[in-house]
């Protein structure tokens, strides 16, 4: 009976995330298409001054002058197999480019998850509910981190920390120094609504008759909160993480234009301005994929974190 039902979960989790690839899929094709321009300009470079006829057989040859739904039954096919197709504006495979652009943008979401998560975990286990002070600073840092967008963030830490201050580096390619900056500004709006929600779950657990047990067994208020309530607080906040970490490659995106970082960031912008499809699509893509395998871990992480829920079968 549990193997059934672990069948069946892991059946539902692979529909879902196929649905959910299709329709990343279906959206990037749909808003492209709707983009004003010419796509053969792209393709021809500074040789787009050529004839109407040459043109014309450029289209025919990307498939440009088929039908709207031959186009995107196509676009499925070639996914399908895992073809992400060829950039028209670098002309060479979209996954080549973006596997040469990808470790950048996953060093800057890595530092800033683990960055997010150690000050959102600190302010939670450090911060006794019976200090108002701190608890009321860390609650206004909380709220002004949520509030402030990423990249206005790495504006400010440029002005600074770097041109006002000479702290970090604007620019260092190939140094820890330089990924300092980018993942404050991406990792402070995390920790601010991760820290919020691990705190809230700390006070809940803390109230909790096996806290008051770990207590009168003469543990430290640091190994209560540590060792008892916290591991109470993890599957909201796992959930939570999830969220973020998908979200993370759109806010590193933004973040690399700003701090002028190599990444994902200038391959989409540029993919985006010169309407490359192809590139566009690939980027799409690859964001959605993550995405839904990033679900499923947390999905799976719950049943390491609450062991309760192997026992209820959910």
Same mark, same amino acid.
């Given at each position: 009976?549990? %193997?059934? @039902?672990?069948?069946?979960?892991?059946?539902?989790?692979?529909?879902?995330?196929?649905?959910?690839?299709?329709?990343?899929?279906? +959206?990037?094709?749909?808003?492209?298409?709707?983009?004003?321009? !010419?796509?053969?300009?792209? %393709?021809?470079?500074?040789?787009?001054?050529?004839?109407?006829?040459?043109? #014309?057989?450029?289209?025919?040859?990307?498939?440009?002058? =088929?039908?709207?739904?031959?186009?995107?039954?196509?676009?499925?096919?070639?996914?399908?197999?895992? =073809?992400?197709?060829?950039?028209?504006?670098?002309?060479?495979?979209?996954? !080549?480019?973006?596997?040469?652009?990808?470790?950048?943008?996953?060093?800057?979401?890595?530092?800033?998850?683990?960055?997010?998560?150690?000050?959102?975990?600190?302010?939670?286990?450090?911060?006794? #509910?019976?200090?108002?002070?701190?608890?009321?600073?860390?609650?206004?840092?909380?709220?002004?981190?949520?509030? +402030?967008?990423?990249?206005?963030?790495?504006?400010?830490?440029?002005?600074?920390?770097?041109?006002?201050?000479?702290?970090?580096?604007?620019? #260092?390619?190939?140094?820890? @120094?330089?990924?300092?900056?980018?993942?404050?500004?991406?990792?402070?709006?995390?920790?601010?609504?991760?820290?919020?929600?691990?705190?809230?779950?700390? !006070?809940?657990?803390?109230?909790?008759?096996?806290? /008051?047990?770990?207590?009168?067994? $003469?543990?430290?208020?640091?190994?209560? @909160?540590?060792?008892?309530?916290?591991?109470?607080?993890?599957?909201?906040?796992?959930?939570?993480?999830?969220?973020?970490?998908?979200?993370?490659?759109?806010?590193?995106?933004? %973040? #690399?234009?700003?701090? $002028?970082?190599?990444?994902?960031?200038?391959? /989409?912008?540029?993919?985006?301005?010169?309407?490359?499809?192809?590139?566009?699509?690939?980027?799409?893509?690859?964001?959605?994929?993550?995405?839904?395998?990033?679900?499923?871990?947390?999905?799976?992480?719950?049943?390491?974190?609450?062991?309760?829920?192997?026992? !209820?079968? @959910?």
């Amino acid at each position: 009976m549990p %193997i059934r @039902r672990d069948a069946s979960r892991l059946a539902r989790r692979a529909v879902i995330a196929v649905v959910q690839l299709w329709g990343a899929a279906t +959206l990037c094709f749909v808003m492209l298409h709707l983009i004003p321009g !010419d796509p053969v300009d792209i %393709i021809m470079g500074n040789q787009a001054l050529v004839s109407p006829e040459f043109k #014309e057989q450029v289209r025919v040859e990307y498939g440009l002058t =088929d039908p709207v739904a031959v186009q995107y039954a196509r676009l499925l096919g070639d996914l399908a197999r895992g =073809d992400l197709g060829t950039s028209y504006q670098l002309q060479r495979p979209v996954w !080549d480019a973006l596997t040469e652009q990808l470790l950048p943008t996953v060093q800057l979401a890595v530092a800033a998850l683990l960055l997010a998560v150690l000050l959102a975990v600190g302010a939670a286990v450090l911060v006794p #509910e019976r200090h108002r002070l701190a608890r009321l600073l860390f609650s206004g840092f909380e709220m002004v981190a949520v509030s +402030l967008p990423q990249y206005w963030l790495g504006v400010l830490l440029i002005t600074f920390l770097s041109l006002r201050w000479h702290v970090f580096p604007v620019i #260092e390619a190939g140094t820890w @120094r330089s990924l300092v900056l980018p993942a404050v500004a991406v990792a402070l709006p995390v920790a601010g609504t991760l820290g919020q929600v691990l705190r809230e779950e700390m !006070d809940t657990a803390l109230g909790q008759p096996f806290v /008051t047990s770990a207590r009168a067994r $003469g543990a430290g208020e640091l190994a209560v @909160r540590t060792g008892h309530a916290l591991r109470h607080c993890l599957v909201p906040a796992t959930t939570l993480t999830g969220w973020f970490v998908g979200g993370l490659l759109g806010g590193s995106v933004l %973040i #690399e234009q700003v701090f $002028g970082r190599p990444g994902l960031g200038q391959v /989409t912008l540029t993919a985006v301005t010169n309407k490359d499809v192809p590139m566009v699509t690939g980027v799409v893509m690859l964001s959605a994929a993550v995405y839904v395998v990033l679900n499923l871990l947390v999905e799976l992480s719950y049943l390491v974190v609450d062991p309760r829920l192997r026992r !209820d079968g @959910r």
